[in-house]
T-cell receptor, first 113, second 111 residues
Framework: EADIYQTPRYLVIGTGKKITLECSQT?????MYWYQQDPGMELHLIHYSYGVNSTEKGDLSSESTVSRIRTEHFPLTLESARPSHTSQYLCASSGVAGEETQYFGPGTRLLVL | GESVGLHLPTLSVQEGDNSIINCAYSNSASDYFIWYKQESGKGPQFIID?????DKRQGQRVTVLLNKTVKHLSLQIAATQPGDSAVYFC??????????FGTGTRLLVSP
């Protein structure tokens, strides 16, 4: 079982609200990732980080932002939620160079009304 | 660009049968491959991985086969159980590039 946590697990929020999805890992991994996944569909990388103070945009354009102030913490923020942001958000982390396996958290299901 | 795809979106098997889930990839430079299992409402869970210098790797009830000639990856599950019902994703990686995930195959196991 991977030691990576996401909160909240479920979130229902109104349009225009600012939200932050939390992700923490206790494995000391340098690399962390955020994916967006619609039900039954593939994973789309939206952000990643190779270490503290490092953040990069992923393959899928996203209106969200991320920060990496601490190794173990990689929060994702939506400044103004919209119904198009309704999806599942998965956080993952991976270890040192040569250890490519990504370990995933349980995900946050977001519904924007 | 790179792409990883699955031949069958849904695979239905009887409990006790062996299951084979297939995956095609297009990047001949890919050197690392992973299979993930994702149950409903959960994040993907690592099952097994294989590097390009291997053709076969076995785990507990699972075997991954890699055919680099035709750029094909498969996951074999022996004696499939109802608890194996999930969506299975393959993912591939080239060097220091990011993982690229396929679209997923849903495995349905009937008792």
């Amino acid at each position: 079982e991977a030691d990576i946590y996401q909160t909240p697990r479920y979130l229902v929020i109104g349009t225009g609200k600012k939200i932050t999805l939390e992700c923490s890992q206790t494995m000391g991994h340098d690399k962390m990732y955020w994916y967006q996944q619609d039900p039954g569909m593939e994973l789309h990388l939206i952000h990643y980080s190779y270490g503290v103070n490092s953040t990069e945009k992923g393959d899928l354009s996203s209106e969200s932002t991320v920060s990496r102030i601490r190794t173990e913490h990689f929060p994702l923020t939506l400044e103004s939620a919209r119904p198009s942001h309704t999806s599942q958000y998965l956080c993952a982390s991976s270890g040192v160079a040569g250890e490519e396996t990504q370990y995933f958290g349980p995900g946050t299901r977001l519904l924007v009304l | 660009g790179e792409s990883v795809g699955l031949h069958l979106p849904t695979l239905s098997v009887q409990e006790g049968d062996n299951s084979i889930i297939n995956c095609a990839y297009s990047n001949s430079a890919s050197d690392y491959f992973i299979w993930y299992k994702q149950e409903s409402g959960k994040g993907p869970q690592f099952i097994i991985d294989i590097r390009s210098n291997m053709d076969k790797r076995q785990g507990q009830r699972v075997t991954v086969l890699l055919n680099k000639t035709v750029k094909h990856l498969s996951l074999q599950i022996a004696a499939t159980q109802p608890g194996d019902s999930a969506v299975y994703f393959c993912a591939e990686k080239s060097g220091f590039q990011k993982l690229v995930f396929g679209t997923g195959t849903r495995l349905l196991v009937s008792p």
